[in-house]
C-alpha cells in the first residue's frame, strides 16, 4: 500500500513508518518539524515539511496519492493544551479536518488515526478503561482528541472514508525527547543520565498504562485491514506508578539521587490504565515487551545516541 504517514519525523510517528516499511508498504511522510527530527525519518522515505494546516497539503496528497492516512501529527502536551486551548484546537482540530478534507478529495481509502486513551476518559470510575468507558477528558488536548473520533464516524457516514481509531496509552521507547514536556520515561532518563535533579509532579503513586513503542507499532499493522470503524484501546491492563518507574530507571542507570516531588499540574489525571481485550480480538494484538524490558531498552538507546553524538566542548 501506499501510505502517508502524518507527524512520521515524531517519536512514534517514525517507529510507525519504519513499521510499514518492513511490512513491505511504500511510505512517505509529511511533518512540519516543530517537534520531529529529520534524523528519525527512515533512509529512502521523502520527508514533505508542511503543517497540516496548510493548503500546501492538498499538493502532498496529490503528489504521493496516498491508499492510507496514518496520522500522528498533533499537538501532543497536556499542559500546553491547557495554557494555549486556541493553539491546541488549531492544530489538533482544525488541522486534522484540513487533512480528511485532502484525503476525501484524494480517494483515501482508510484512516489510521493514533487518538489518546490516557487522556481521553478523565478520573476513570473503573480500571482498567474499556472502549465503554464514559468520555470526560481533563483537558482540551483529551477534548480536540475526542473531537476528531467524531468527524472519523462522520466522515464515514457522509463519505464512505473508513477509519481505526488507536487510543495509546502512555508510549515511551527510543526517540522520545528527553528534553521535552511530554514522556515522563525519557524526562527521567534524560536526567539521570545526566546526574540532574528529578521532579515528580504530585506524590507519585499516580498510575500510567506504559506500552513500548515497538508494540504500538505492531498495533498500526494490523490495523491496515482490521478494525473498520472501530476505536480501540491499546492497552497492557495494568497501570505503572510513576514511583515504580522512577525507582526501576534509577537502578539500570545507577542513579543514586532522590526525586523531587512538587504539587500536580492541571489536568493531569490520578490512574488510568486500559484494557487490551479488543485489540486483542480485532487486531490479534496484545504487549509483548515488559515494562522492565522496555525501560532497559530505551535506557541503552538514549546511550548509544549520546555517546554518538557529535562533542561540542572545545
Request: one cysteine or more.
Amino acid at each position: 500500500m501506499r501510505i502517508l504517514v502524518t507527524g512520521g519525523a515524531g517519536f512514534i510517528g517514525s517507529h510507525v513508518a519504519e513499521a510499514f516499511i518492513a511490512g513491505g508498504h511504500e511510505v512517505a511522510i509529511v511533518d512540519d518539524l516543530s517537534s520531529g527530527h529529520n534524523d528519525n525519518v527512515p533512509a529512502g522515505v521523502t520527508l514533505y515539511e508542511c503543517d497540516i494546516r496548510d493548503t500546501g497539503l492538498e499538493d502532498v496528497f496529490a503528489k504521493v496519492r496516498p491508499e492510507v492516512v496514518s496520522h500522528h501529527a498533533a499537538q501532543i502536551s497536556v499542559q500546553a493544551s491547557i495554557d494555549e486551548p486556541r493553539l491546541d484546537a488549531s492544530i489538533n482540530v482544525e488541522g486534522s479536518v484540513n487533512l480528511l478534507e485532502c484525503a476525501r478529495a484524494a480517494g483515501v481509502r482508510k484512516v489510521l488515526y493514533a487518538s489518546t486513551g490516557g487522556a481521553l476518559y478523565g478520573e476513570p470510575g473503573y480500571l482498567p478503561c474499556d472502549e465503554e468507558h464514559p468520555i470526560a477528558p481533563l483537558s482540551h488536548y483529551g477534548v480536540s482528541k475526542y473531537v476528531m473520533e467524531l468527524y472519523l464516524s462522520l466522515y464515514q457516514r457522509l463519505y464512505g472514508l473508513d477509519y481505526t481509531i488507536l487510543r495509546y496509552p502512555n508510549v515511551y521507547g527510543p526517540r522520545q525527547d528527553p528534553h521535552g514536556e511530554a514522556g515522563v520515561v525519557a524526562i527521567f532518563i534524560g536526567r539521570m543520565l545526566s546526574g540532574e535533579p528529578v521532579t515528580i509532579y504530585g506524590d507519585g503513586e499516580q498510575t500510567r498504562d506504559f506500552v513500548y513503542v515497538g508494540d504500538i507499532a505492531r498495533a498500526s499493522i494490523a490495523a491496515l485491514t482490521e478494525a473498520s470503524g472501530a476505536s480501540i484501546n491499546l492497552g497492557s491492563n495494568r497501570g505503572s506508578s510513576v514511583n515504580e518507574v522512577f525507582q526501576t530507571l534509577a537502578a539500570i542507570t545507577d542513579y543514586r539521587h532522590e526525586a523531587n516531588y512538587a504539587p500536580p499540574r492541571r489536568g493531569d489525571i490520578y490512574q488510568i490504565a486500559l484494557t487490551g481485550s479488543r485489540a486483542k480480538e480485532m487486531l490479534a494484538w496484545e504487549p509483548s515487551v515488559s515494562l522492565l524490558q522496555g525501560l532497559e531498552e530505551t535506557v541503552a538507546s538514549v546511550t548509544r545516541a549520546s555517546e554518538s553524538a557529535p562533542r561540542t566542548d572545545s
